[in-house]
């Protein structure tokens, strides 16, 4: 076969911000790592998703309902904005995310404990008081509750 009759082959792609060339392991390698990180955002979102008619049959006041938007839109912005770097350093060719991400992500986690230590405060304060309210309005009746939760005259 003559020099001029030799098939090539198409030249190979560079990679994603690598600057070199990538084999198809490589790209397969790719595609899984981008995949996984799409499939687990979506994930959490529709965990989300599924989880907002259990927290709105919690909403006692529109002010509730309000936190509770405000929260979810918090959270979806944030999910959004940490992912899309994620796929910016996948895209990127890199490994390990950068130190910058995995403070934000650190950050964002304690932020979250923080939102939700905030919220079990909330239920218990409102709670607390339905309880004193309840025993206000027994106590005025002069009724008593006794500790099996009957209630008697006094």
């Known amino acids: 076969m003559a020099d001029s009759e030799k098939v090539s082959s198409p030249p190979a792609e560079p990679a994603l911000g690598g600057g070199g060339f990538l084999d198809p392991s490589s790209y397969i390698a790719f595609l899984h790592e981008w995949n996984t990180e799409l499939a687990s955002h979506y994930l959490v979102r529709l965990q989300s998703y599924a989880m907002l008619p259990v927290k709105l049959t919690a909403c006692r006041s529109a002010d ?4 509770l938007q405000a929260d979810f839109c ?7 904005r940490s992912k899309a770097a994620r796929l910016c350093d996948v895209a990127g060719g890199h490994d390990e995310p950068a130190a910058a991400d995995a403070e934000r992500e650190y950050s964002a986690r304690i932020l979250k404990a923080q939102e939700d ?19 206000g309005e027994a106590a005025a009746a002069g ?12």
């Open 64 to 67: 509730d309902l309000a936190e």
């Open 74 to 80: 918090r959270r979806l912005i944030s999910d959004y």
């Open 117 to 135: 230590a905030r919220e079990i405060i909330r239920q218990a304060k409102e709670q607390a008081k339905r309880i004193t309210a309840d025993a």
């Open 143 to 154: 009724r008593t509750e006794t500790a099996d939760g009957e209630s008697k005259a006094a």
